[in-house]
């Protein structure tokens, strides 16, 4: 990743954080928090990754939501951020913190 674009996804990082909590209190899927963000080359489309807190419905269903809602938080987002082109954003689960913590355990049962 160049420099303009990694600046430009950890802008983009701050500024989704801020909207995402301001306007998905309703959607009852949980504290949801950015952990990544991916920006293509041509500053078109940016690769979302999340994570939940205190979500009741499985993640597949969560992810759906906020894909369901991604032209309003788009919306939303250029708004607040200056850019020539708003980038298109698609949300994906991130399984980091699973596999860490799977990971985790494999090596606690090899030691006891």
């Given amino acids: 990743m160049s420099l303009r ?3 430009v996804a950890e802008e983009l990082k701050h500024k989704l954080n801020s909207v995402m909590a301001k306007d998905l209190s309703e959607l009852s899927i949980g504290l949801v928090t950015i952990t990544n963000v991916m920006v293509s080359p041509d500053l078109k489309t940016a690769k979302i ?24 938080i788009r919306f939303l987002l250029a708004k607040i951020i200056s850019l020539k082109y708003t980038p298109d954003i698609i949300f994906y689960y991130d399984y980091t913190y699973e596999y860490a913590d799977r990971i985790q355990k494999l090596l606690n049962d090899l030691k006891g």
């Fill in 49 to 72: 990754y999340v994570t939940f807190i205190g979500n009741k419905e499985p993640v597949d269903k969560c992810v759906d939501k906020l894909n369901e809602r991604k032209r309003h």
């Fill in 5 to 7: 674009t990694q600046r």
